[in-house]
């Protein structure tokens, strides 16, 4: 079964620093999620991309978090600089759109701790 | 913007119970309610799924039932094993080609007693 593909598993970095994450979603799949777990709560979508365009970015603090799907295939996120508050669970999804039946799948995630 | 509510936050039973998880939704255009199931570091995992023209959803031992017009939905959970043990989100979205773009509840950790 496809799945959805995120690197790094783990990331620790500290104060300040830049971070990124990568996803590379189910091939075919067009529309691509960017969702953040921070550790006893829900995932909250930070940011949705139709091919390469970004469709809502309106969760997504943009004063140091960056996205980017310019292929419109596999998806950056990046955050400049990281704060301890950021420290979560990255998630990437993908679906299509083509398929009102379809199912959200998530990748295994990218754990962030900033120190 | 939606705001899904879930309960309880805590749920202990003992193996062979049943477990119930309850969530309401606020936004009425709603109509694509998935459950997940996610273990401790890992990723959460869709166990099943309901949509608006449906009142009810079974796969063997869950079920998840809809009530559209009180706008809340439920996981049931029958001959509960300590393997069911995890946390579950509800969630809910626009379904359509947005039906991807949830919003979750805060979450149920249950616990399975053997």
């Known amino acids: 079964e496809a799945e959805v593909a995120q690197s790094p598993r783990y990331k620790i970095t500290e ?28 995932p909250e979508l930070l940011v949705q991309f139709q091919d390469e365009s970004v469709v809502d970015d309106s969760q997504l603090p943009k004063d140091r978090f960056s996205a980017e799907r310019l292929k419109g295939v596999d998806s950056t996120l990046k955050i400049q600089p990281a704060e301890l508050g950021d420290s979560a669970m990255y998630l990437c999804a993908s679906s299509s759109a083509e398929d009102l039946n379809e199912k959200l799948f998530f990748g295994s995630g990218t754990q962030l701790s900033v120190l | 913007g939606e705001n899904v509510e879930q309960h309880p936050s805590t749920l202990s039973v003992q193996e062979g119970d049943s477990a119930v998880i309850k969530c309401t939704y606020s936004d009425s255009a709603s109509n694509y309610f998935p459950w997940y199931k996610q273990e401790l570091g890992k990723r959460p995992q869709l166990i099943i799924d309901i949509r608006s023209n449906v009142g009810e ?8 039932t809809l009530n559209k017009t009180a706008k809340h ?3 049931h959970i029958t001959e509960t094993q300590p393997e069911d043990s995890a946390v579950y989100f509800c969630a809910a979205s ?11 509840g805060q979450g149920t950790i249950l616990t399975v007693h053997p």
Do not use: E, M, N
């Open chain 1, 15 to 42: 104060k300040s620093q830049a971070v990124a994450f990568w996803c590379d979603p189910i091939s075919g799949h067009a529309t691509l999620y960017w969702y953040r777990q921070i550790l006893g709560q829900g």
């Open chain 2, 57 to 64: 959803k079974k796969d063997q031992r869950i079920a998840v």
């Open chain 2, 73 to 75: 939905f439920s996981l």
């Open chain 2, 94 to 104: 626009r379904g359509g080609t947005s039906y991807g773009k949830l919003t979750f």
